[in-house]
């Protein structure tokens, strides 16, 4: 017996009443599962439960908020949303049931990421508290613990041809969020400043600003997904953007420069201008991610497309056929993925990889360098920036982002297109100029150009001529903590170069290039692209199955059916039902037909993203500067001093005030077995980095003995007959290096 509840009440249900149900994998479909129609009659008690939905003069919308019921049948329980289609008092009451991710996609079609009550605050006790959490996150955050990152990125600039390897520019020309300076320990730090320049109307001026601004943090992809979740009333039963090493670094960027000047932050102003619907087709259209919301655990499965279709199989539908299956064969397709490219100097000279070279061999690309007699191509691997070198007329310019879409373009075959919102961000290298304020200190960064402009929220600051602020696209980016494995500081790339190591010995594999091996089709939807081409069945079959069975498919696992593995697209079925009721069950096949060569077909361009044949040579180190200067010599004398206390002075004329160098040995971490100096780790030729060791320096500690006796006007000091000891101290030299070809 079928009940259909609603506030824990039964609908009155006509005998003989029936309810078609159509269970849908969200791979395939974008409707969710939900009922067909049903039809109750208008009794009281049904006009009660229903709020009176025949009366025309009804003053609320019965689908407005959104109403929920319970479906069940026995053991089988189900919760889904009512959906009124239409009601008189003769012919009854229609409606429909959403359930699971239906009921989320009407939520989410047109709710942004900033409108969820969910959103919380960030509370500190003061701004001076919030400016010491920002820093601690620069440079530790654990991207598997804490939601947020800190890295610099540029919102506005005034330089054309700013994609070049190295730009130095003028503060007031460029606005940085996140900015760094260094102390005077040489230590990038994040601090506060009450003034900024900025050129208005043609002008370079002065602008007061309150504490903390031009600060912002970003929102890991990972916390994002729990907050859109948590607005559902769901929790996420495994989140892989916060279980993958890689995954866990991924941020949405903002552009919110007063985000930090109130003590307590709210994530409204950390968060894109987007829809969640066009969040969630962006984690699809880049990493093919599903998901699955379960209303009766209210627990949410999220997969990667790529991971489903390797899954061990869950259940052999071959002996549930009740009639011979259907074998329907549907012509191949192959995807092809694209995203925005709106930023200034973000679009790609061609949308296709293989229209920019398109006389060359592509068997060619395995190099930094590629060309023919007349033209070659470098590529740099930090900024992935394609330049164009005229060998005729000995001119150069920049040639192309490396923001292409993935389309081969097979002959014969129709594209599978899947796009996102999200934009392509830039990186390109800045180096500030010194301000007569000091402002500024000296910044020098590989940083994102996410040039939107800033936005202000809590603030009436004017930026620069140029973009103002108040458009915040989605656009993700990777956050690489600052740690000395790695790097000085955070920085936030799109992982043009992988292989980075981290502190914990892992490496950073992923790319948010659609492009090139190890790009985001190479590791996340290659293997479903051949499916597509070669595997193109559907089959269809009739069976019985119990509806404890039906209510464990698992659409994120392959099923198995005559040998061949596929996964479910749809399953139909009526209610009230028996032990075993009749199913429809509509399978696609995830196992390939046919003699074919796959890599031809793909073209993934053989161009990796991390080349190894650069190294980093040694220039030059301050250690003997460093050891012999005042400096050192002085905190010599002071460890010596607190080493000894029961030291007594002969006199008053004299004390503990020479020290005399006797030797010094490197200790720990050298230049040379630094892992961030290893091979791989370079990427481009004349690139010049700073690194700084630690060194043991050992000094004899000599009396000074006032020969003028205290006398001003010929004061005069000369060492004892022999030493008082030794004393051994830590420094800290800076070793710099440059990047050289092998």
């Known amino acids: 017996m079928i009940k259909i509840l609603i506030k824990g009440e039964a609908l009155d249900l006509p005998e003989g009443f029936s309810m078609a149900v159509e269970d849908t994998n969200p791979i395939f479909n974008d409707q969710g599962s939900q009922s067909i129609p049903a039809t109750v009659p208008p009794t009281r008690r049904n006009n009660r439960l229903t709020g009176h939905v025949v009366r025309v003069d009804n003053a609320e919308n ?23 289609t239409s009601a008189n008092s003769r012919d009854g009451i229609t409606f429909n049931v959403g359930f699971d991710n239906s009921t989320a996609y009407e939520k989410w079609k047109n709710k942004k990421l900033t409108e969820f009550s969910t959103l919380p605050m960030w509370r500190h006790s003061s701004l001076a508290v919030l400016m010491s959490e920002l820093n601690e996150i620069y440079h530790n955050a654990d991207p598997k613990t804490n939601p947020l990152a800190v890295f610099p990125i540029v919102t506005a600039i005034d330089k054309e ?33 009450d003034k900024v320049t900025r050129t208005i109307n043609g002008t370079v001026t002065e602008v007061s600003v309150p504490e903390n601004y031009g600060f912002t943090p970003f929102v890991r992809v990972w916390r994002v997904l729990e907050l859109i979740f948590s607005d559902l009333g769901m929790s996420i039963a495994a ?20 985000s930090c000047c109130q003590k307590d932050v709210n994530y409204i102003d950390l968060m894109p201008d987007v829809t969640v619907e066009a969040f969630m087709a962006a984690l699809w259209a880049r990493f093919g991610l599903v998901y699955h919301v379960d209303f009766s655990t209210c627990r949410v499965t999220m997969a990667f497309i790529g991971d ?24 191949g397709k192959y995807i092809k993925l694209s995203a925005s490219t ?43 920036v394609w330049s164009r070198y005229d060998k005729v007329n000995r001119k150069s310019k920049e040639g192309s982002t490396s923001f292409f879409n993935w389309d081969p373009k097979t002959p014969g075959v129709e594209a599978e297109e899947i796009t996102s919102d999200d934009e392509f961000v830039p990186l390109a290298h800045v180096q500030i100029r010194k301000t007569a304020y000091g402002t500024y200190g000296d910044f020098a960064d590989d940083v994102p150009f996410y040039l939107k402009g800033m936005r202000h929220n809590h603030s009436y600051i004017k930026g620069s001529d140029g973009p103002e602020g108040g458009d915040t696209p989605l656009a993700f980016m990777f956050a690489f903590t600052g740690i000395e494995t790695s790097y000085d500081s955070t920085e936030g790339r799109f992982a043009s170069v992988t292989g980075d190591t981290f502190k914990d010995g892992k490496q950073h594999t992923t ?41 464990q498919l698992d659409m994120f696992r392959p099923v198995m059916f005559k040998g061949v593995r596929c996964l479910i697209d749809t399953v139909n079925y009526s209610l009230p039902g028996g032990k075993e009721i009749a199913v429809e069950i509509k399978l696609r096949t995830i196992q390939t037909q046919g003699t074919y060569n796959i890599a031809t077909e793909q073209n993934i361009p053989n161009f990796t993203l991390l080349d190894t044949d650069y190294y980093w040579k040694y220039v030059s180190d301050t250690l003997q500067t460093v050891y012999n200067s005042t400096e050192s010599k002085n905190a010599a004398i002071k460890a010596w001093k607190n080493a000894n206390p029961d030291y007594q002075a002969p006199n008053i004329y004299t004390w503990p005030g020479l020290a005399m160098p006797v030797t010094v040995q490197k200790t720990g971490l050298t230049w040379e077995s630094d892992p961030y100096n290893a091979d791989g780790t370079c990427n481009m030729e004349g690139a010049t980095r700073t690194r700084q060791y630690q060194a043991r320096a050992t000094y004899e500690i000599w009396e000074l003995y006032d020969v003028s006796e205290g006398d001003p006007d010929h004061y005069e000091t000369e060492p004892g007959e022999i030493p008082l000891g030794q004393i051994t101290i830590t420094i800290t030299y800076t070793v710099t290096l440059v990047s050289a070809h092998r």
């Open 511 to 551: 790319s948010l290039l659609f492009q090139y091996k190890g790009g985001l089709f190479d590791k996340y939807w290659r293997q479903y692209d051949e499916i597509l081409r070669h595997g193109a069945r559907t089959i269809e079959i009739k069976g019985r199955l119990k509806l404890q069975e039906i209510q």
């Open 342 to 384: 709106s930023i200034d100097c973000a679009e790609p000279e061609t949308e296709r990889f293989e229209d920019f070279f398109k006389n060359f061999d592509s068997s060619q690309i395995g190099d930094s360098v590629v060309e023919n007699e007349n033209i070659s191509f470098t590529f740099n691997r930090k900024t992935a």
């Open 161 to 193: 041809g700013w994609l070049e390897t190295y730009s130095i520019i003028d503060p007031e020309k460029v606005e940085i969020l996140n900015m760094w300076t260094r102390t005077a320990m040489q230590y990038k730090a994040l601090r506060s400043v």
């Open 239 to 258: 989140n892989p953007f916060k279980t993958d090493n890689d995954l866990a670094r991924l941020v949405v960027l903002n552009n919110c420069a007063d």
């Open 308 to 331: 489903i279709i390797n899954k061990p199989a869950q259940k052999d539908l071959s002996n549930i056929i009740s009639e011979p299956p259907v074998v329907n064969y549907d012509k």
């Open 62 to 84: 019965p689908n407005e908020p959104e109403r929920t019921c319970i479906i069940e049948n026995g053991a089988y329980q189900r919760r889904g949303t009512l959906n009124y």
